[in-house]
């Protein structure tokens, strides 16, 4: 299958997993990627560009109406950009830092926009409700129902028209810039998979700040350095 | 006394089967599979005036000709429920699940009042949510993707499927079990209900810490490993910036801005040495 099809598939059926509220979680980067990995046939780096974005998103809770990023189609976005603009002709293997790092730079704009047209959509689904009502009043019951589940084809829709877009004009756009920065620049940000995860880490740790939880937390730390220490 | 407790609708924790669960339950799932696949998309409708009315009122609708009461209209029924409603995700199911039982008792001429319905609905709706969202949000998915990322920092699969089990576990039995809880128990289901589901709580709370501390361990390993010294350092100083920025309202943008100053310091550090 088409490789822009199979992952614009993938994202509009994650998308509905998590717009929906079936929410079974295999919506989350880390998932996301994995199986736009498979889908586009090397769930090793699927797995590494989903890894990564999860970590920078490990702390993010849903609370005190902080608005949660669509992390479902960042996560699809990223590991399909960075897996076909690795397989580009024009992109050296050795570039994979900054080939990530500009994925990441997409993925993060797809879940940024994709938490704007959410909220555009819930301050306009009332019509829906309207509609609904008014079928109710005609004792039109189960096609008021059906008006509910007719926005799940919205939420495959926009999964679907999004990573579409994303992926048709992102590789090219990735594979040119990696090729043309690629030098001196660019070698140093292979780091960066190692580095990135701590923005998470940092969340988690402010998650963890209380008495109990925070010993727990220093805890676990102290246990891995302890491991290795008696190991070495 | 357990029984007298019972029939006042309280549920006394003795690890039995309530009685209308026994043996009854292929006729359960013949009488509410309907609404149960239905709770699993109550949120898709969400929208800033009525939140979820529409999505509860999709999964109160297969029983809209057996809870109007003869010669009462369903329409007032229909537009009763198509109103506000606001239950979080896990335990809206619960709630569902009372004000059908609830709905029943009325259509069999039980005295059961309309604003009685409306007022049980909003108070569990309110109360069962934040317990709900807690447990998931704050414990039991950090916890899970805490285990996932570490196994995927070594390219193991598997604790990405320890994610999705463990959390899955909770998912159904809030989602299918809260709505069997509530048509079982009608207004009954409540403090109980929620403590005996999410018991694990600070089992699973200490756990996430725990994973956290790990977690952290582990990425100041591998930055020692892949920039020695400079990295840890770095390291050290984004996840210190990430903790004071966290609670932030607009996370991506603090996620965004400590990536660029990363690849920066990268950048900069390369072509330096």
Request: charged share 15%; hydrophobic share 55%.
């Given at each position: 299958m088409n490789p822009v099809l199979s992952a614009s598939l993938l994202a509009g059926a994650l998308a509905l997993d998590n717009?929906?509220?079936?929410?079974?979680?295999?919506?989350?980067p880390v998932c996301a990627g994995l199986l736009a990995g498979f889908a586009l046939g090397n769930p090793r780096e699927g797995l590494l560009a989903g890894a990564v974005l999860q970590a920078m998103f490990?702390?993010?809770?849903?609370?005190?109406?902080?608005g949660m990023s669509d992390l479902a189609l960042g996560g699809v976005a990223v590991s399909s950009l960075y897996i076909l603009a690795l397989r580009s002709?024009?992109?050296?293997?050795?570039a994979k830092g900054l080939v990530l790092l500009i994925s990441l730079a997409a993925a993060l704009g797809v879940a940024a926009a994709g938490r704007f047209a959410y909220r555009l959509g819930e301050s306009r689904a009332h019509v829906f409700t309207g509609a609904a009502l008014g079928l109710a009043g005609r004792g039109r019951f189960a096609l008021a129902s059906a008006v509910h589940f007719s926005t799940l084809a919205i939420h495959f829709a926009v999964g679907f028209a999004v990573t579409a877009a994303v992926v048709l004009a992102g590789v090219p756009a990735v594979a040119w810039l990696a090729g043309a920065v690629w030098g001196t620049w660019a070698e140093p940000l292979k780091g960066l998979p190692a580095l990135l995860p701590f923005i998470g880490a940092g969340s988690l740790l402010a998650l963890n700040l209380g008495r109990v939880r925070g010993f727990l937390f220093l805890a676990g730390f102290c246990t891995v350095m302890l491991v290795l220490v008696f190991r070495s | 006394m357990e029984n007298d407790r019972r029939s006042e609708g309280v549920w006394v924790e003795t690890g039995d089967a309530l009685p209308a669960r026994r043996g009854s339950r292929a006729a359960f799932v013949k009488e509410h599979g309907n609404a149960i696949w239905r709770l699993f998309f109550i949120?898709?409708?969400?929208?800033?005036?009525?939140?979820?009315g529409l999505g509860f009122f999709s999964i109160v609708e297969p029983f809209l000709s057996k809870c109007?009461?003869?010669?009462?209209?369903a329409k007032a029924f229909a537009r009763r429920h198509l109103g506000y409603f606001n239950a979080g995700l896990y335990l809206s199911s619960a709630v569902a699940g009372v004000v059908v039982n609830l709905e029943r008792k009325r259509a069999r001429g039980e005295p059961v009042a309309v604003e009685r319905i409306e007022s049980v609905k909003a108070a569990l709706s309110s109360a069962l949510a934040a317990r709900a969202n807690y447990f998931f949000d704050a414990l039991l998915v950090p916890l899970g993707l805490t285990i996932a990322s570490i196994s995927a920092m070594y390219g193991s699969y598997a604790g990405l499927i320890a994610f999705l089990v463990l959390y899955n576990i909770y998912h159904f039995q809030s989602r299918i079990g809260g709505y069997c809880r509530g048509v079982e128990l009608g207004e009954g289901v409540g403090g109980a209900f929620v403590a005996r589901l999410y018991r694990e709580e600070r089992l699973i709370g200490g756990c996430a810490a725990f994973a956290a501390g790990v977690f952290a361990a582990l990425l100041f390993l591998r930055a020692r490993d892949a920039g020695g010294a400079r990295f840890v350092v770095w390291g050290a100083v984004v996840c210190a910036a990430s903790a004071a920025l966290a609670?932030?309202?607009?996370f991506v943008r603090t996620v965004a801005v400590l990536a660029a100053a990363t690849a920066l310091f990268l950048v900069i550090g390369g072509i330096v040495s």
């Amino acid at each position: 299958m088409n490789p822009v099809l199979s992952a614009s598939l993938l994202a509009g059926a994650l998308a509905l997993d998590n717009r929906s509220s079936l929410r079974l979680m295999v919506s989350q980067p880390v998932c996301a990627g994995l199986l736009a990995g498979f889908a586009l046939g090397n769930p090793r780096e699927g797995l590494l560009a989903g890894a990564v974005l999860q970590a920078m998103f490990l702390g993010m809770i849903p609370v005190r109406g902080i608005g949660m990023s669509d992390l479902a189609l960042g996560g699809v976005a990223v590991s399909s950009l960075y897996i076909l603009a690795l397989r580009s002709a024009s992109v050296d293997p050795a570039a994979k830092g900054l080939v990530l790092l500009i994925s990441l730079a997409a993925a993060l704009g797809v879940a940024a926009a994709g938490r704007f047209a959410y909220r555009l959509g819930e301050s306009r689904a009332h019509v829906f409700t309207g509609a609904a009502l008014g079928l109710a009043g005609r004792g039109r019951f189960a096609l008021a129902s059906a008006v509910h589940f007719s926005t799940l084809a919205i939420h495959f829709a926009v999964g679907f028209a999004v990573t579409a877009a994303v992926v048709l004009a992102g590789v090219p756009a990735v594979a040119w810039l990696a090729g043309a920065v690629w030098g001196t620049w660019a070698e140093p940000l292979k780091g960066l998979p190692a580095l990135l995860p701590f923005i998470g880490a940092g969340s988690l740790l402010a998650l963890n700040l209380g008495r109990v939880r925070g010993f727990l937390f220093l805890a676990g730390f102290c246990t891995v350095m302890l491991v290795l220490v008696f190991r070495s | 006394m357990e029984n007298d407790r019972r029939s006042e609708g309280v549920w006394v924790e003795t690890g039995d089967a309530l009685p209308a669960r026994r043996g009854s339950r292929a006729a359960f799932v013949k009488e509410h599979g309907n609404a149960i696949w239905r709770l699993f998309f109550i949120q898709s409708s969400r929208n800033d005036r009525t939140l979820d009315g529409l999505g509860f009122f999709s999964i109160v609708e297969p029983f809209l000709s057996k809870c109007s009461r003869p010669g009462e209209d369903a329409k007032a029924f229909a537009r009763r429920h198509l109103g506000y409603f606001n239950a979080g995700l896990y335990l809206s199911s619960a709630v569902a699940g009372v004000v059908v039982n609830l709905e029943r008792k009325r259509a069999r001429g039980e005295p059961v009042a309309v604003e009685r319905i409306e007022s049980v609905k909003a108070a569990l709706s309110s109360a069962l949510a934040a317990r709900a969202n807690y447990f998931f949000d704050a414990l039991l998915v950090p916890l899970g993707l805490t285990i996932a990322s570490i196994s995927a920092m070594y390219g193991s699969y598997a604790g990405l499927i320890a994610f999705l089990v463990l959390y899955n576990i909770y998912h159904f039995q809030s989602r299918i079990g809260g709505y069997c809880r509530g048509v079982e128990l009608g207004e009954g289901v409540g403090g109980a209900f929620v403590a005996r589901l999410y018991r694990e709580e600070r089992l699973i709370g200490g756990c996430a810490a725990f994973a956290a501390g790990v977690f952290a361990a582990l990425l100041f390993l591998r930055a020692r490993d892949a920039g020695g010294a400079r990295f840890v350092v770095w390291g050290a100083v984004v996840c210190a910036a990430s903790a004071a920025l966290a609670k932030r309202p607009s996370f991506v943008r603090t996620v965004a801005v400590l990536a660029a100053a990363t690849a920066l310091f990268l950048v900069i550090g390369g072509i330096v040495s």
